[in-house]
């Protein structure tokens, strides 16, 4: 039998938000106190918790959205909301071990909500909500993360109008709300230490910065311009010496993260980056394009820079 033969074809969990936009999800492995306190929320929550939250009102979006593929899915919504309001989940069913809980951010049906999901359950733990009477569009990038000795996770969201917030996913709260473009966020990356973090969009412009997430403090440390508007992804590297950005343009632009300088940039597609990741030991980047094609990169090494 070939090894492909061997392969299951069924997903794992299938988990069914109802949304329709473009937000990227974030997956979140939980490993010490903050992902101890999480499954405690898990497992001593009630259904009811969610099931007001998720009647949530039809999609309000600041581009209309008129394609027979949107309204097909958002003409089901509602059967969808009915399905996820009436689900009963027992205390034991959302109840995770330790070692295997994992959680996914992605914006809802609601596409300006974040919502945060049980991985392993497939059951809604969290939603964060905008400011009644702030609009800020929909959710276009996300990233969990949580800050070293800090006993909580949070989630650095970008908005369609330009706005990055950081909220605290445990306690529901909005900390930290700045207006940093003037085109819709299109990625956020926050480094290993989650003291600090990029964020890219629809415009020319990268923003480097620092949280202080105890004093709810902000600090915009460096503005970056690059020649062509549109940035698609950015990843930070694990040792927090390089980050790197995906151009619409085609172009890997490669920065120096502390000093907050261009070092070189990268062209073979042909198209649109689309995503961009360094690997655990930092030495490859791999991008991923429009044109089809993935390519790994060798890169500078953390003693030559």
């Given amino acids: 039998m070939s090894a492909e033969g061997t392969l299951s074809r069924e997903p794992l969990q299938v988990i069914e938000t109802g949304s329709y936009n473009f937000c990227r999800m974030a997956i979140y492995m939980p490993e010490g106190p903050a992902g101890n306190l999480l499954q405690q929320q898990a497992r001593y929550s009630s259904p009811d918790d969610m099931r007001p939250s998720l009647q949530a009102e039809a999609p309000q979006s600041q581009h209309k959205i008129n394609s027979p593929a949107a309204m097909s899915d958002m003409a089901s ?29 992605i914006a809802g049906h609601d596409p300006a909500v974040l919502e945060i999901w049980n991985l392993q359950t497939g059951a809604p733990m969290k939603q964060l909500h905008q400011t009644e009477g702030v609009k800020h569009g929909m959710c276009m990038a996300v990233q969990l993360f949580n800050q070293t000795a800090r006993h909580t996770l949070y989630a650095l969201v970008g908005y369609e109008d330009g706005e990055v917030a950081v909220w605290d996913v445990l306690q529901g709260n909005l900390l930290i709300s700045k207006h940093l473009h003037d085109e819709p966020v299109m990625a956020v990356a926050v480094d290993a230490t989650g003291q600090g973090g990029i964020c890219a969009a629809a415009d020319n412009k990268v923003h480097c910065f620092s949280l202080d997430l105890p004093a709810q403090q902000f600090t915009l440390q460096a503005t970056l311009e690059v020649k062509q508007q549109g940035i698609a992804d950015i990843c930070i590297r694990q040792d927090q010496r390089l980050f790197a950005t995906a151009g ?5 632009r490669v920065f120096h993260y502390k000093k907050q300088k261009a ?29 089809g094609n993935i390519a790994l990169w060798s890169v500078f090494q953390s003693d030559s820079i």
Wanted: glycine fraction near 4%.
């Fill in 77 to 105: 919504c509602s059967q969808l909301r009915s399905k996820l309001a009436s689900s009963m989940y027992s205390k034991e069913d959302t109840a995770v071990e330790t070692a295997s809980a994992a959680l996914v951010a």
């Fill in 248 to 252: 619409w343009d085609g172009k890997i």
């Fill in 263 to 291: 070092l070189a940039f990268l062209q073979y597609h042909k198209k649109g980056l689309t995503a961009l990741a360094f690997d655990s030991r930092g030495q490859r980047l791999v991008s991923a394009s429009r044109d």
